[in-house]
Nanobody, 129 residues
Framework: DVQLQASGGGLVQAGGSLRLSCAASGFTFDDYAIGWFRQAPGKEREGVSCINSSDGSTWYADSVKGRFTISSDNAKNTVYLQMNNLKPEDTAVYYC??????????????????????WGKGTLVTVSS
């Protein structure tokens, strides 16, 4: 049974930091990519970042480049999203998702997130100004 458990959200002031975690189980971690998506109130879900668990390759949305860092601990089947210099526009529910690397990358680039098979419950990040 595939499970993705996202955690680490909270309330932080602008300029602050948070680290999100996505703990995965029920599938062969190295065969998948893990992506982070976010959805702000009244807006479409958008891709934030992803990591290919097999080779460590990463991708970031332009809006978070230089501020967010994604990493993976394959021994723990966990992906982290370190978010620094947070801005009010980063406020959203953050979701982690897992699927074949190609599917994750296409979803991040095209917005076709509904093609992704596995999703965790979101974690809320609120950045105050």
């Amino acid at each position: 049974d595939v499970q993705l458990q996202a955690s680490g959200g909270g309330l932080v002031q602008a300029g602050g930091s948070l680290r999100l975690s996505c703990a995965a189980s029920g599938f062969t971690f190295d065969d998948y990519a893990i992506g982070w998506f976010r959805q702000a109130p009244g807006k479409e879900r958008e891709g934030v970042s992803c990591i290919n668990s097999s080779d460590g390759s990463t991708w970031y949305a332009d809006s978070v480049k230089g501020r967010f860092t994604i990493s993976s601990d394959n021994a723990k089947n966990t992906v982290y999203l370190q978010m620094n210099n947070l801005k009010p526009e980063d406020t959203a529910v953050y979701y982690c998702a897992a699927d074949a690397p190609h599917t994750i990358v296409v979803a991040l680039l095209s917005g076709h997130y509904y093609d992704i098979d596995y999703w965790g419950k979101g974690t809320l990040v609120t950045v105050s100004s």
